[in-house]
């Protein structure tokens, strides 16, 4: 069974940062794609970064020059570092992932931004 977990979310003023981590477990292979997702109160879950095995990204055109993902395809862990964050970043963040044609995603973690 694949398994999301993330960490680093919080409070953080409006120009902050904050890391977001993911480590996935019970993979045996590496995951293709792997990423950010977030989801603001009233509103549907939206993209925010992914990465794929072959190094590709996509990012979210509002967060695009203010956040950076990375990952470990040997470790399977992806990161998002978030700057310059604003208040429309607030949202539960989870970590997303694709293996073998199957979606998993983590149980989320929440970041607020303080104007």
């Known amino acids: 069974q694949v398994q999301l977990v993330e960490s680093g979310g919080g409070l953080v003023q409006a120009g902050g940062s904050l890391r977001l981590s993911c480590a996935a477990s019970?993979?045996?292979?590496?995951?293709?794609?792997m990423g950010w997702y977030r989801q603001a109160p009233g509103k549907e879950r939206e993209l925010v970064a992914v990465?794929?095995?072959?190094?590709?990204?996509n990012f979210r055109e509002s967060v695009r020059g203010r956040f950076t993902i990375s990952r470990d395809g040997a470790k399977n862990t992806v990161d998002l570092q978030m700057n310059s964050l604003k208040p429309e970043d607030t949202a539960v963040y989870y970590c997303?992932?694709?293996?073998?044609?199957?979606?998993?995603w983590g149980q989320g973690t929440q970041v607020t931004v303080s104007s």
């Open positions: 019970g993979t045996i292979f590496s995951i293709n794609l």
């Open positions: 997303y992932g694709n293996y073998r044609m199957r979606e998993y």
């Open positions: 990465t794929r095995s072959g190094g590709s990204t």
